[in-house]
T-cell receptor, first 114, second 112 residues
Framework: DGGITQSPKYLFRKEGQNVTLSCEQN?????MYWYRQDPGQGLRLIYY???????QKGDIAEGYSVSREKKESFPLTVTSAQKNPTAFYLC?????????????FGPGTRLTVL | DAKTTQPPSMDCAEGRAANLPCNHS???????VYWYRQIHSQGPQYIIH???NNETNEMASLIITEDRKSSTLILPHATLRDTAVYYC?????????????FGTGTSLTVIP
């Protein structure tokens, strides 16, 4: 059963701590993305990667970091430099960054910083 | 930034067709229109996409105007489970890849 998994669904952290959100896909997609969603808002792009060992900043990359060591994995680290990290985080993938392929989403991780 | 305009909210009676409009007046000739929906606290779900021609699948129909400056998503027989936020997206081309820009969407409420 192909898809995108994100874990955990809910995450609580103390202010000042770094936290890493997991994203795994078994769709054999090259491109992967991280979005942030705040209440009542659309999705904003944090980082994206078109291939292993390559990634690009999106519109709101400050305070976040990513890695892409394997095709199927694209973890996101929310660092202590992120001023307002409490949000809903969504991971997505497409077959390619350059085609007209559909983007598929994971179920999301809701991060709450106390 | 989002290149589409949608009404913030709409209601639809259960069993009736839901028609969700979207304006994308700055769309380029090779940019596709995509529709997704998001049920509260879940990841967005793909519905349909199109370039010029009208499209239909098991979930919905997409009607794109001839000038491509607007489109309408049609849910033919809305059910309570169709209550969600619907996003109209133009997939933009750039030298750093083809991006999806999600605006605030239309919150559709299906009323019993």
């Amino acid at each position: 059963d192909g898809g995108i998994t994100q874990s955990p669904k809910y995450l609580f952290r103390k202010e000042g701590q770094n936290v890493t959100l997991s994203c795994e896909q078994n769709l054999n997609h090259d491109a992967m993305y991280w979005y942030r969603q705040d209440p009542g808002q659309g999705l904003r792009l944090i980082y994206y990667s078109q291939i292993v060992n390559d990634f690009q900043k999106g519109d709101i990359a400050e305070g976040y970091s990513v890695s892409r060591e394997k095709k199927e994995s694209f973890p996101l680290t929310v660092t202590s430099a992120q001023k307002n990290p409490t949000a809903f985080y969504l991971c997505a993938s497409t077959a390619s960054l350059w085609g007209t392929d559909t983007q598929y989403f994971g179920p999301g991780t809701r991060l709450t910083v106390l | 930034d989002a290149k589409t305009t949608q009404p913030p909210s709409m209601d639809c009676a259960e069993g009736r067709a839901a028609n969700l409009p979207c304006n994308h007046s700055t769309i380029s000739g090779n940019e596709y229109v995509y529709w997704y929906r998001q049920i509260h606290s879940q990841g967005p779900q793909y519905i349909i996409h199109g370039l010029k021609n009208n499209e239909t699948n098991e979930m919905a129909s997409l009607i794109i105007t001839e000038d491509r400056k607007s489109s309408t998503l049609i849910l033919p027989h809305a059910t309570l489970r169709d209550t969600a936020v619907y996003y109209c997206i133009v997939r933009t081309h750039s030298n750093t890849g083809n991006q999806f820009y999600f605006g605030t969407g239309t919150s559709l409420t299906v009323i019993p």
